[in-house]
């Protein structure tokens, strides 16, 4: 994904009831999933305007959030000085850079659909999480194609649970876990999102 996608849908992402809803509720499914505390260092995959990370940030110290959209970015920016935690926000493409720092957990809210090679990306995940860290990756379920109404670089119309299950397993995760956590209901359909949580 070399272009900034999410130029126009910025300003405004935030303001749609239906997505915080959603984020809401796989925000929750990782509280009730996973043991955060104060001393962890999280990255946000994806983070585009920090709905997802807003709602962890008091339970972390730290979130560095990953966007390559500059737009988004900005829109996270204006949240910093009333965030939770301590947050450093890097504009780059983990799908063809590495970051330096390994991390407690990896969060991500309905980004893995955008990512070309998702078996490479849980293999980066697994080299950036310390041993014994967590992922906590949630997006849509398959689906027929209808999810998007623009052009934001979707390579997957969702996932099957037990393929992503399996590409997070041969990333070498452990305790691979997938479970419903919402559904996203718009004029088009009704779709399902699952959160898949594995450990390092
Ligand atoms: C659908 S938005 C989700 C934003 C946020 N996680 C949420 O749930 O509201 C997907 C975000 O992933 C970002 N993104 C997509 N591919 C990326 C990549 N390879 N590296 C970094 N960010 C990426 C996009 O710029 C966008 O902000």
């Known amino acids: 994904m070399s272009n900034d996608y999410f130029a126009q849908k910025a300003q405004s992402y935030g303001q749609n009831p239906d997505r915080v809803d959603n984020v809401s509720n796989i925000a929750n499914a990782i509280l009730e999933k996973v043991e955060l505390n104060r001393s962890m260092h999280l990255l ?3 983070s585009g305007t920090g709905l997802l990370l807003e709602r962890l940030a008091p339970h972390a110290g ?3 959030a990953v966007d390559i959209s ?3 970015n900005r829109q996270l920016e204006a949240k910093r000085k009333n965030l939770g935690c301590e947050l450093e926000i890097l504009e780059m493409d983990l799908e063809n850079q590495d970051l330096q720092d390994r991390f407690d957990g990896i969060i991500s ?4 659909h955008h990512v070309r090679d998702v078996g490479a990306m849980f293999r980066r995940f697994h080299q950036h999480v310390k041993p014994g860290g967590f992922i906590a990756i949630a997006d849509l379920d398959k689906e027929d194609g209808t999810f998007h ?3 934001t670089g979707v390579f997957h119309f969702g996932f099957e649970q037990d393929a992503i299950a399996a590409a997070a397993r041969e990333a070498e995760f452990s305790d691979v876990q997938v479970r419903s956590v919402s559904v996203i209901d ?8 699952f959160l898949l949580t594995a450990t390092a």
């Open 44 to 46: 946000d995959f994806g």
């Open 62 to 64: 730290k979130i560095t």
């Open 70 to 72: 500059p737009s988004m």
């Open 109 to 112: 809210s309905m980004t893995m």
């Open 149 to 151: 109404t623009e052009d």
């Open 186 to 193: 718009t004029e088009n359909g009704h779709y399902p999102v």
